[in-house]
């Protein structure tokens, strides 16, 4: 079993930053994928950013350039470093982890006001 917490949510103007976190509660970065999954009001859930056991990450067409996802295998923590928000990247972001299954955390909210 995996607990997932995120937190670094909030509010911020268009062009701003944020740090988003994700703990894990224990270490899960040698095997399975970490991504960082979004959620709009009225949209479907949509990966974001993924890193892999081996370090390899992607990102959705919309954010690359502006996000980017790391880990701190010592703190058993994801991160998705947010810059140049858009009010389009306001939602609901989750992390996620899959290795055989998938846990996914509560979520956190960011909003961007324009």
């Known amino acids: 079993q995996v607990q997932l917490v995120e937190s670094g949510g909030g509010l911020v103007q268009s062009g701003g930053s944020l740090r988003l976190s994700c703990a894990a509660s224990?270490?899960?970065?040698?095997?399975?994928?970490m991504s960082w999954y979004r959620q709009a009001p009225g949209k479907e859930r949509e990966l974001v950013a993924v890193?892999?056991?081996?370090?390899?990450?992607n990102y959705a067409d919309s954010v690359k350039g502006r996000f980017t996802i790391s880990r701190d295998n010592a703190k058993n923590t994801v991160y998705l470093q947010m810059s140049s928000l858009k009010p389009e990247d306001t939602a609901v972001y989750y992390c996620?982890?899959?290795?055989?299954?998938?846990?996914w955390g509560q979520g956190t909210q960011v909003t961007v006001s324009s």
């Open positions: 996620r982890y899959n290795f055989i299954y998938t846990y």
């Open positions: 224990r270490n899960i970065f040698t095997n399975g994928a």
């Open positions: 890193i892999t056991s081996g370090g390899s990450t």
